[in-house]
C-alpha cells in the first residue's frame, strides 16, 4: 500500500469524517470507498453512439448525392434547377 499526501477541500473534508464517525470507520476507508466508486462508475460508462437514422434503401438512388455542397445551396436558394 502507498502512502501519499493530498490536500481536500476544508469542507469536503468534514462531510467526510461525519460519515467517519457515523460508519465507525477510517478516513482512510471513506476515501477509498469513495475514490473506487468514481473510478468503476467511469469505467462503466460506454461511449455514446450516434444511432443510425438512414433513411432509404440500398436501392433507392437519392438524385442529390452527384452534387456538391455549392450546388446544392444554389439549388436551395434558387439559384440554379435540378439537371
Known amino acids: 500500500m502507498a502512502k501519499t499526501t493530498i490536500?481536500?477541500?476544508d469542507e469536503l473534508l468534514r462531510l467526510a469524517k461525519r460519515i467517519c464517525?457515523?460508519?465507525?470507520?477510517?478516513?482512510?476507508a471513506v476515501i477509498e470507498e469513495?475514490?473506487?466508486a468514481l473510478l468503476v462508475s467511469k469505467q462503466k460508462r460506454s461511449r455514446y453512439r450516434l444511432p443510425d437514422l438512414s433513411v432509404?434503401?440500398?436501392?433507392?438512388h437519392d438524385?442529390?448525392?452527384?452534387?456538391s455542397w455549392p450546388e446544392l445551396r444554389d439549388i436551395i436558394y434558387g439559384d440554379e434547377e435540378l439537371r
Open 56 to 60: 432509404g434503401s440500398e436501392s433507392f
Open 7 to 9: 490536500e481536500i477541500d
Open 63 to 67: 438524385q442529390l448525392e452527384k452534387y
Open 21 to 28: 464517525k457515523e460508519t465507525g470507520r477510517s478516513l482512510q
Open 34 to 36: 469513495a475514490l473506487r
